[in-house]
């Protein structure tokens, strides 16, 4: 089974940037498409950003996140840059190995999640 680690979270002012790291295991990580998702407290989980043979993502993050992967690495990325305190919640990676696109429910691989605070 596919095993997903993120890492790279923390507390930022508002205007800043973190870049979040998913590594991956246990699995063929060229062949996944993954995604990032968040969730803040007493939200749903929702879609951020996708990458397969293109990229996709959610109009509030569209501009100011960037998707990629380095296969050779096994690791996906997430550069998020000009954070909004709105950014705040849990990020999660996520593997399907078909495109699942903005949808949760077709991602079969997910990480721990880490923490991403903005403060204003």
């Known amino acids: 089974q596919v095993q997903l680690v993120e890492s790279g979270g923390g507390l930022v002012q508002a205007g800043g940037s973190l870049r979040l790291s998913c590594a991956a295991s246990?699995?063929?990580?060229?062949?996944?498409?993954m995604g990032w998702f968040r969730q803040a407290p007493g939200k749903e989980r929702e879609f951020g950003a996708a990458i397969g043979d293109s990229t996709k993502y959610a109009d509030s993050v569209k501009g100011r996140f960037t998707i990629s992967r380095d296969n050779a690495k096994n690791t996906v990325y997430l550069q998020m840059n000009s954070l909004k305190p709105e950014d705040t919640a849990v990020y999660y990676c996520?593997?399907?190995?078909?495109?699942?696109?903005?949808?949760?429910?077709?991602?079969?691989?997910w990480g721990q999640g880490t923490q991403v605070t903005v403060s204003s």
């Open positions: 996520a593997g399907s190995s078909i495109w699942g696109g903005t949808m949760s429910k077709f991602y079969g691989y």
């Open positions: 246990g699995g063929t990580f060229s062949n996944l498409y």
